[in-house]
C-alpha cells in the first residue's frame, strides 16, 4: 500500500511504508516552505511515535532549526501552541483515529492553522527529492506538561462561564482511550470544578476500544458514567481534537451532535447572526439550531483546513465538523475536544435539563456512516452514474457528490485519510437513510 498524502499530511502503516526515513525526508521538506523561527514537534500516545519524534528532532536539527519537543500531547494544543509561541510551524506525529499500527505527520503552519492543499502539495514534492545530506546543527528542547497554558486558555474564554460551571459541580467521566488527551482533558474538566472518573486515561497507546469516539466504541463509557451515577462522559479520539458525549443513562449520543448542542450553548449565549461553518458531511440539525436563533450555515468540503478557510472568509464565531469537531477562533482554528468539553458543560449549565433531555430538544435526524474499498474503482465514473440516477435532487460537487432534498441527503466521496470511499447519509427515519444508503451502494 502507498503512503497517503492529503489535505490532512501523510499517515501509513509503520516499518511499511512509514519509516524513520520517511517522517525525516517530509520534515526536512516542511522546513525548508517554512519561515523562521522554531519549530514545534509533538505526537500523540503511540509507542512508535517516540522513535518518529526522535528522527524529526534529527532532522530539524540539521536542517539548523531550533526543535522544540512537547512530547506527547494533544493536537489542538500543539495547533494552540504554534500561534501562541509565534513559531514558525508545528509537527504533529499522529494517525488520528486510525488503529494503533498506524502514524502520520500533520502540519502546522506559523498560523496555527493546517497546511493548505497547496502548500501541501509543495511539501510533497520536496521530499520526494529532498537529499539527507543536510549538515547544519540546530538545537532541541524538551517541554513537560505543556498542555498548561491551553488549559489556562480554555479555562478563561468569554463564552464559558466558568463559575455558572463550577456551581454546578458536575460528575463527569472521561475517556481519553490512552491518548493524547489523557492528561490534559481530565485536567481541564477538574478545573471547571467536576469530579472527574477517569477511563482510559493513560497515555501509553494502548487502544482499549475503537480508536474513533463512535457509539459502538462507547459501550465501557456508558457503563461507567452509569456505574459512577455522573452527569456526562466525554470520549475523544487519540489525538484528542474531536469530542463524543454519553448521556446520564450510559447513553451515547452521535458525535454529530456535539457541535450542534455547542452551538445551541454560543448562540443563546452571545445572540452573535455570524453565520455558523460546517463541512457537507455535517447534519442538518446544525441548520435548525442555526434558525431558531436567526442564524445561517455555511458547508466546506470535508477536512478541518477546509473547514476553517471558509470561517475566515465568513468570519465565522464558531465551526466545526460532525465528527465531534468543535473550532471555536477565540482559542484557535483548529478542532478542540477541550474546547468542545468545556462549551457542552456550559450549554449543560444553562438550565436544569440531565444531558438527554438536552438531546431530545435538539432537532431529531438519522445519519448513516458507510464505506467502501475504493480497489480500483474510479470514483467520478461512479458519482456520475449516482447523479444521474437521482435527477430529482439538488447536486453539489464541491467534494465528492453530494446530493439534497429538504430533509435529507446522501455525501459520496474519497476519503482523505484512508483508501476507502465514504458514504454518509441522513433523513428523518432509520428506514429513510438506510434506503438511501442502500440504493448508492447497489450502484457502486
Known amino acids: ?40 514537534i509533538a505526537r500523540d500516545s503511540r509507542p512508535h511515535g517516540d522513535s518518529f519524534i526522535d528522527a524529526g528532532c534529527k532532522a530539524l536539527s540539521q536542517c539548523g532549526r531550533n526543535a522544540v519537543n512537547y512530547g506527547v500531547i494533544p493536537t489542538p494544543t500543539a495547533q494552540f501552541l504554534v500561534e501562541k509561541n509565534k513559531m ?12 494503533t499500527q498506524w502514524n502520520g505527520l500533520k502540519f502546522i503552519d506559523a498560523d496555527g492553522c493546517f497546511l493548505n492543499g497547496e502548500k501541501n502539495n509543495r511539501l510533497f514534492e520536496i521530499a520526494d527529492r529532498i537529499s539527507s545530506s543536510h549538515q547544519n546543527s540546530g538545537s532541541f528542547k524538551k517541554v513537560d506538561n505543556g498542555f498548561q497554558p491551553h488549559i489556562e486558555h480554555t479555562l478563561n474564554l468569554s463564552i ?25 482533558l481530565p485536567e481541564m474538566v477538574e478545573a471547571l470544578g467536576c469530579k472527574v472518573h477517569r477511563l482510559f486515561c493513560e497515555p501509553n497507546g494502548e487502544f482499549l476500544r475503537g480508536p474513533e469516539p463512535l457509539a459502538k466504541n462507547l459501550k465501557k463509557l456508558g457503563d461507567s458514567v452509569k456505574f459512577h ?50 463541512n457537507l458531511s455535517s447534519t442538518l440539525a446544525l441548520d435548525k439550531v442555526a434558525e431558531k436563533y436567526g442564524c445561517s450555515v455555511i458547508r466546506s468540503a470535508v477536512g478541518e483546513i477546509n473547514v476553517v478557510n471558509k470561517m475566515k472568509e465568513v468570519n465565522a464565531e464558531l465551526g466545526g465538523e460532525g465528527n465531534g469537531g468543535v473550532i471555536l477562533p477565540e482559542s484557535h482554528y483548529g478542532r478542540d475536544s477541550l474546547v468542545a468539553a468545556a462549551m457542552f458543560l456550559h450549554r449543560m449549565a444553562q438550565d436544569t435539563q440531565k444531558v438527554s433531555e438536552i438531546f ?71 428506514s429513510e437513510v438506510e434506503e438511501l444508503v442502500e440504493k448508492v451502494k447497489l450502484i457502486l
Not at 500500500?1 to 502503516?13: A, K
Open 229 to 278: 451515577n455522573a452527569d456526562v462522559g466525554f470520549a475523544t479520539d487519540p489525538d484528542g481534537d474531536r469530542l463524543a458525549v454519553v448521556d446520564e443513562n450510559g447513553n451515547p449520543l452521535s458525535e454529530e451532535y456535539t457541535l450542534v448542542i455547542c452551538a445551541d450553548g454560543f448562540l443563546n449565549t452571545t445572540n452573535s447572526s455570524n453565520p455558523l461553518v460546517t
Open 360 to 430: 431530545t430538544s435538539m432537532p431529531q435526524f438519522v445519519m448513516v456512516k458507510d464505506k467502501i474499498g475504493l480497489g480500483s474503482v474510479d470514483p467520478q465514473s461512479i458519482l456520475d452514474k449516482i447523479e444521474q440516477y437521482f435527477s430529482d435532487a439538488k447536486p453539489d460537487k464541491t467534494d465528492g457528490l453530494k446530493l439534497s432534498w429538504e430533509n435529507s441527503w446522501i455525501h459520496i466521496r474519497k476519503s482523505n485519510t484512508e483508501p476507502i470511499i465514504r458514504i454518509y447519509a441522513e433523513a428523518a427515519t432509520q
Open 160 to 184: 464559558i462561564d466558568s463559575k455558572a460551571v463550577k456551581n454546578r459541580t458536575f460528575s463527569v467521566v472521561v475517556d481519553a482511550v490512552n491518548g493524547a488527551g489523557s492528561l490534559a
Open 88 to 99: 514558525a510551524g508545528g509537527i504533529v506525529i499522529t494517525a488520528s483515529h486510525n488503529p
Open 1 to 40: 500500500m502507498e503512503l497517503i498524502r492529503g489535505i490532512s499530511g501523510i499517515r501509513g502503516i509503520v516499518g511499511d511504508n512509514l519509516t524513520d526515513s520517511v517522517v525525516m525526508q517530509h520534515i526536512q521538506a516542511f522546513s525548508e516552505i517554512q519561515g523562521k523561527g522554531e519549530i514545534l
